[in-house]
C-alpha cells in the first residue's frame, strides 16, 4: 500500500532561516501532492498543490518542489516566523480527482524568535 | 461565509451509546468527507460523498454510517460507540476533482469511556 514519510521529529529553527519539510513516499506515483498546514486544535488549511509534472511552485514565502524520480516533495517557508510554527502535512493524490487522499503524520515546526 | 462548521465540538460518550455528528458547509461544494485523526495515524477517510444523494466508504468505515441529507449537510452517526472510535473528526468539502483543494472543519473531539 502507498506510506508517506515525514520528518517525524520536531523541526527547530531561528527565526528568519528557512524552514524545509519533507515528505516521502513509496509505490505508486501521485498524480497530485498538497500541503497543508494545522494548527493546535484546528481543521488543516490548505496551503500548495503540486502536480506530477511539475518540478516546483510558489506561493509568496512558500516552495514546494517535487522530485517524482526520488519519490519526494519538499516543502520550504523562506524568512521564516514564529507564526508559522505549526504542523504541516502532505497529503498524496493518487487517482487525481482529490477524492481519496493519502496523508502523511506531518511535521511539527517551531520558529524561534 | 461560515466555510465548514461542525457540531458537537467535544463530546463524551459512554461504550455502546450512539451518536450522530453533524457537518455543513456553505460554499456550494458537492463533494464531502468524514475523516478521523489518531497520533501517530494521521488522518484516515471514514466515508465521502461525491455528490447528493450517494456515499462511498473510505479506508476506514467500520462502526459508522454516513447520510448526505442534501448538498450542505452531511452526517457522521456512531451506532454503537467503541473505546477505539475516541478520536478527533474533521468533516472536509470540496468542489471535487481535479485541483480542488479540501477544505477543513474545526474538527469534534470524542472521548468513548
Known amino acids: 500500500s502507498q506510506k508517506i514519510e515525514q520528518n517525524s521529529e520536531a523541526l527547530n529553527i531561528q527565526e528568519g532561516k528557512t524552514a524545509t519539510l519533507t515528505c516521502n513516499y513509496t509505490?505508486?506515483?501521485?498524480?497530485?501532492l498538497q500541503w497543508y498546514r494545522q494548527d493546535p486544535g484546528r481543521g488543516p488549511v490548505f496551503l500548495l498543490l503540486?502536480?506530477?509534472n511539475e518540478k516546483e511552485k510558489r506561493k509568496e514565502r512558500l516552495k514546494v518542489t517535487f522530485d517524482t524520480t526520488l519519490k519526494q516533495s519538499l516543502f520550504h517557508i523562506t524568512a521564516s516566523q514564529p507564526a508559522d510554527s505549526a504542523t504541516y502535512l502532505c497529503a498524496l493524490d493518487i487517482d487525481g480527482n482529490n477524492r481519496k487522499l493519502i496523508w502523511g503524520l506531518g511535521t511539527s515546526l517551531a520558529v524561534n524568535p | 461565509n461560515a466555510g465548514v462548521t461542525q457540531t458537537p465540538k467535544f463530546q463524551v460518550l459512554k461504550t455502546g451509546q450512539s451518536m450522530t455528528l453533524q457537518c455543513a458547509q456553505d460554499m456550494n461544494h458537492n463533494s464531502m468527507y468524514w475523516y478521523r485523526q489518531d497520533p501517530g495515524m494521521g488522518l484516515r477517510l471514514i466515508y465521502y460523498s461525491a455528490s447528493e444523494g450517494t456515499t462511498d466508504k473510505g479506508e476506514v468505515p467500520n462502526g459508522y454510517n454516513v447520510s448526505r441529507l442534501n448538498k450542505r449537510e452531511f452526517s457522521l452517526r456512531l451506532e454503537s460507540a467503541a473505546p477505539s472510535q475516541t478520536s478527533v473528526y474533521f468533516c472536509?468539502?470540496?468542489?471535487?476533482?481535479?485541483?480542488?483543494?479540501?477544505?477543513f472543519g474545526p474538527g469534534t473531539r470524542l472521548l468513548v469511556l
Open positions: 509505490n505508486y506515483s501521485p498524480a497530485y
Open positions: 503540486i502536480r506530477e
Open positions: 472536509a468539502s470540496n468542489v471535487a476533482g481535479a485541483q480542488e483543494t479540501q477544505y
